[in-house]
């Protein structure tokens, strides 16, 4: 599904964040990224839907060179991608209800069908009655879990999610890890970089560690 | 292909709504266009107002001679012979003084002043259309007849009509140019709001690219926009000239009446009027459009 090999990425004028990652994701894993925050976890996540792009090596993403992609096709491979943002990039000048529509009116779906898609993400995050509430108006686990479901909303196969749980109380956090295992029970293929180890070991999945850049262990579920 | 009008559709729909919604500054972008757009449109219809009203004095481009006030018939008769026999001329019409005169008595306010004189201060005449409508012709004759002993006076309309005709063209290029310069300037200003627009819109810009929309899908309201915002300014100067035209006619009317004329200045054809609209429309898109090209490559979401 997601296939990284001698990956390296340098940003202008700086040190290399990324130092020749080679790791590959089977289609339907559940993977948990982890490091201190530097490592390069949240430009490993980058790297996939082509926020940006590596400095030597190749990144193929369902079967695509996501490295050599014309900007032209990059919307095309970020909506069958759900991304869930370290800072959410929520829409506060609409509803909860309308932060959902947003990527739904891309696609060009009929309303209706794009309505019932819309309230279907919020019952799966818990958030069903709360559609005409401003994201501002929502806790932060709630806010969360909003953008989650903005990430799901278009059904994609692969669900991407940087420090989800940053910023959470323990219970929200596992509200919203919660969330995560859930969709991966039902097929989807989940990455979420997290520094937070004592959440992640309860789960038992597969578990990437990222430090200075080079994936130092790789530890099966 | 419904997805895509559907994109249309909605992008349409958000413009309007921003436009509405703006109040304010939408507005006064749409009466900025209006405003500057009605001086060329309204100097058109004044044009072309004065060009048929001076059209309609000097039409058909003629040569008339005027003999001395003590020539007599014999002169008269010999002249017409000679103009007659001359390949140039296409048809001559002798106009004797006393015909002048009741022609003129005829004429709106002068049968008061004909009557006044003690006797008849006009002189034989004769009016030669040529062949050739060549102004270079005309002139040629009318220097020949000048040069004749018993010819007082000649003289060409070939040269007013060109004169007005010159005249003409200088007053519509000089509408054209204002047009022009004008259209620069709206385009600026179309592309500033746009600029505001997208400005105000960053997060929601950032977003869409970010979880998958096109450039042209985040493109499309703010074209529309433009074009919306463009397509009221032409509406706006339409109505600011119709509205100055109606002002300016109450007192034309009151003026050409005087004149024993009903004359008064005619709105733009439906054609001129339609192109108004489509030239505002068109500047709005290509503000919108260098706009959009210039601030959206700039949000590139990190």
Do not use: C
């Amino acid at each position: 599904m997601i296939s990284f090999s001698s990956v390296f990425k340098r940003y202008r004028g700086g040190q290399d964040v990324l130092r020749g990652v080679s790791l590959k994701v089977g289609a339907g894993e559940l993977v948990f990224v982890t490091g201190q925050s530097g490592a390069g976890k949240s430009t490993l996540l980058k790297l996939i839907p082509a926020i940006e792009r590596p400095s030597a090596g190749t990144v193929i993403v369902n079967g695509q060179n996501v490295s050599a992609l014309k900007p032209s096709a990059i919307p095309f491979l970020r909506r069958n991608l759900g991304l869930v943002f370290q800072d959410q990039k929520l829409l506060y000048d609409r509803s909860v209800f309308d932060n959902l529509m947003l990527p739904l009116s891309f696609s060009g779906l009929a309303p209706k069908e794009a309505t019932r898609r819309a309230r279907a993400a919020l019952d799966k995050v818990g958030l069903l009655g709360r559609e005409k509430a401003n994201p501002i108006q929502l806790s932060g686990g709630e806010q969360q879990r909003l953008a989650i479901a903005r990430a799901v909303v278009n059904r994609p196969a692969v669900l991407i999610a940087d420090e989800p749980t940053a910023n959470l109380d323990a219970e929200a956090a596992q509200r919203v890890l919660e969330i995560f295992v859930a969709f991966n029970q039902v097929g989807v293929t989940v990455l979420v970089a997290t520094h937070d180890m004592a959440l992640v070991r309860r789960y038992g999945t597969r578990v990437l560690r990222l430090a200075a850049g080079q994936v130092t262990e790789d530890v099966p579920a | 292909m419904r997805a895509w009008l559907r994109h249309h559709r909605m992008a349409l729909r958000a413009a309007l709504g921003k436009l509405a919604g703006q109040k304010a500054g939408g507005m006064i972008s749409a009466l900025v266009i209006g405003v500057a757009l009605s001086l060329p449109a309204g100097g058109y219809a004044l044009l072309e107002g004065l060009v048929s009203l001076a059209g309609g004095v000097a039409l058909e481009p003629q040569v008339s001679v005027f003999l001395k006030a003590d020539a007599s018939k014999a002169d008269a008769d010999k002249l017409a012979a000679r103009l007659k026999a001359d390949p140039r001329v296409g048809g001559v019409r002798f106009v004797p003084r006393e015909e002048a005169l009741k022609e003129l008595q005829g004429e709106d306010g002068l049968s008061d002043v004909v009557a006044a004189l003690d006797r008849n201060p006009l002189p034989d005449a004769f009016v030669i259309r040529t062949r050739d409508a060549n102004p270079q012709v005309q002139n040629a004759l009318a220097q020949e007849l000048r040069g004749l002993p018993s010819v007082s006076h000649v003289q060409a309309d070939a040269l007013w009509a060109q004169r007005l005709a010159s005249l003409a063209r200088l007053g519509r290029l000089a509408v054209l140019l204002l047009a022009a310069l004008l259209a620069f300037g709206l385009v600026a200003v179309t592309f500033n709001t746009i600029r505001l627009q997208i400005l105000t819109q960053r997060d929601e810009i950032e977003v869409s690219k970010l979880i998958g929309a096109t450039d042209a899908y985040i493109r499309r309201p703010f074209l529309y926009l433009g074009l919306l915002q463009g397509l009221a300014g032409g509406v706006l100067a339409l109505g600011i000239v119709w509205g100055g035209l109606g002002l300016l006619n109450s007192e034309v009317r009151v003026l050409a009446q005087t004149y024993g004329s009903s004359f008064e200045f005619g709105f733009l054809a439906r054609g001129d009027a339609l192109a108004v609209m489509l030239f505002a429309a068109g500047l709005g898109w290509l503000g919108a459009s260098l706009s959009v090209r210039r601030y959206l490559l700039e949000i590139q979401p990190k």
